[in-house]
Nanobody, 124 residues
Framework: QVQLVESGGGSVQAGGSLRLSCAVS????????MGWFRQAPGKEREAVAG???????EYGDSVKGRFTSSKDNANDSLYLLMNSMKPEDTAIYYC??????????????????WGQGTQVTVSS
């Protein structure tokens, strides 16, 4: 059973940085696409970043150039480094996984494992 546990959320001022972590278990011997999503109050869930099974990355338009995601296979962890943060980055951030290649356009319905989420708040 794949389990994902996010950590590292919190509050930061605009222009600041945060790093989220996702501890991954239950994927031994299989290759998974890993993704980060976020959902702000009253808004739909949005794809933030994806790391495919070949290590390639994809980012949502709103975070390109500011956020970087990486995967540490040795430590079974996924990271999201968020720089130059804006108030509109405020949301609950979720780690997600699916066996095999990432869904086209990081479609959230294509992911079948989800973490519980971690709150990120950016103040102006």
């Amino acid at each position: 059973q794949v389990q994902l546990v996010e950590s590292g959320g919190g509050s930061v001022q605009a222009g600041g940085s945060l790093r989220l972590s996702c501890a991954v278990s239950g994927t031994a011997g299989r290759r998974y696409c890993m993704g980060w999503f976020r959902q702000a109050p009253g808004k739909e869930r949005e794809a933030v970043a994806g790391v495919d099974i070949d290590g390639s990355t994809e980012y949502g338009d709103s975070v390109k150039g500011r956020f970087t995601s990486s995967k540490d296979n040795a430590n079974d962890s996924l990271y999201l480094l968020m720089n130059s943060m804006k108030p509109e980055d405020t949301a609950i951030y979720y780690c997600a996984a699916v066996h095999g290649w990432c869904p086209a356009s990081l479609r959230d319905s294509g992911f079948n494992y989800w973490g519980q989420g971690t709150q990120v708040t950016v103040s102006s």
